[in-house]
C-alpha cells in the first residue's frame, strides 16, 4: 500500500435481524453518504412507517455522531450519542462509532452498521426487488470497482497524507468518472431499463461531488456536472419520490467543512457551487 493512504474500518457488526421492521430503529446522519443510501432505500421501498429513525447532528467532535437535541433527538433510547448504542452493544468497544446502525429495540443493541448489509435487509423486509439473481453478478461488480474508486476514492484523495497517496486516489476517481459517463451513454441505469440497489449505494456520491469532494477532498479535475450523462442519471434518480428529501445539502456542508479540522481548520463553508445541475430550484 502507498504510504500515507487512508485505510476505512471495516464494519464490525455484521448481522441480520431475526424479526419484523418495527422491531427495529435506524439510526443515520444524513450528512455522510452510507447513511443516505439507507434512509433513500427506506423511503422508496416504503418503509417509512414501518422503521423508525433518528438523525444525529452533522456536526461531530471527538465525542462522535451526536442527539444534541431538536431535530437531532433519539426518541427509542433518549442516547445523547451514539456511542451509546455501541457501548450497549460491546461494552468493550473500541472501533470507530460510525453510521448507519440498525437497532434491535427488543434486544437493545446493534443489528449492524454496514450500511450495504442494511440496503439488503431493508430491500427483503420490503419484498423489493433491488437486488435481482439474474443481475447479482454483475451489480457485486459495479459495487466492487464503484466503492473502491470513486465512493472511498474520495475519502481517500481527501484524507491521503502524502503525495502519492492522494494522486493514487485522484486518478482512480477520474478514471471511475468517465468509465460511469460510457456506461450511463447506453442505459437509463447502471444495470440497465430498472433501478437497482446500485443505483441507490452510487448516487449519495454523485449529490455530494461538486458541493463537497471537488473542494474539499481536492478531487478538482471535473465537476460531475461536466459529464452529461452521468448528470441526466443523477437528475432521473433525485427526481425519484422521496429522494430529494433524503438529501440535506447545508447538513452535508455543515459536516465535512467543519468536522475535518485537518482539513479545513477556519471551518470555513464555501458558498457554492451556485448550480448543482441536478435540483430544479
Ligand atoms: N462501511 C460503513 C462506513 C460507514 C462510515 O464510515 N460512516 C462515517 C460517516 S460518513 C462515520 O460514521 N464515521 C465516523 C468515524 O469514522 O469516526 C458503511 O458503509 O456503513
Known amino acids: 500500500m502507498t504510504s500515507g493512504a487512508f485505510v476505512r474500518q471495516e464494519s464490525r457488526f455484521r448481522g441480520f435481524p431475526d424479526g419484523p421492521p418495527e422491531q427495529h430503529h435506524l439510526y443515520i446522519a444524513l450528512a455522510c453518504p452510507w447513511s443516505q443510501r439507507t434512509a433513500i432505500v427506506r423511503t422508496v421501498l416504503g418503509l417509512d412507517d414501518r422503521l423508525g429513525v433518528s438523525y444525529a447532528d452533522p456536526y461531530r467532535d471527538e465525542r462522535g455522531w451526536a442527539f444534541s437535541g431538536g431535530r437531532f433527538t433519539d426518541d427509542v433510547n433518549g442516547f445523547a450519542f451514539l456511542s451509546e448504542a455501541y457501548d450497549r452493544t460491546d461494552p468493550g468497544y473500541d472501533g470507530r462509532v460510525s ?30 426487488d433491488l437486488y435481482p439473481p439474474e443481475l447479482r453478478e454483475e451489480i457485486d461488480e459495479l459495487n466492487g470497482w464503484v466503492y473502491a474508486e470513486l465512493q472511498n476514492g474520495v475519502y481517500r484523495a481527501g484524507f491521503a497524507r502524502s503525495q502519492e497517496a492522494y494522486d493514487e486516489a485522484y486518478r482512480g ?14 442505459r437509463r441505469y447502471l444495470t440497465g431499463d430498472a433501478i437497482t440497489e446500485a ?23 471535473a465537476r460531475m456536472i461536466e459529464y452529461p450523462h452521468l448528470l441526466r442519471y443523477t437528475k432521473d434518480l433525485f427526481e425519484q419520490p422521496g429522494v430529494a428529501a433524503t ?15 485537518e482539513l479545513n481548520p477556519k471551518r470555513i463553508i464555501p458558498q457554492g457551487p451556485i448550480d448543482l445541475g441536478f435540483t430544479s430550484a
Do not use: M, Q
Open 99 to 128: 453510521v448507519p446502525v440498525l437497532w434491535d429495540k427488543e434486544r437493545g443493541e446493534i443489528v449492524s452498521n454496514e450500511s450495504a448489509d442494511i440496503v439488503r435487509i431493508l430491500d427483503a423486509w420490503a419484498g423489493g
Open 173 to 186: 476517481v477520474f478514471a471511475a468518472l468517465p468509465r460511469l459517463d460510457d456506461l450511463l451513454a447506453g
Open 199 to 221: 443505483d441507490w449505494r452510487l448516487l449519495p456520491t454523485l449529490l455530494r461531488f461538486d458541493a463537497v469532494y471537488h473542494t474539499h477532498f481536492r478531487c478538482n479535475g
Open 247 to 261: 438529501f440535506a445539502l447545508d447538513e452535508i456542508k455543515r459536516h465535512y467543512y467543519t468536522t475535518h479540522d
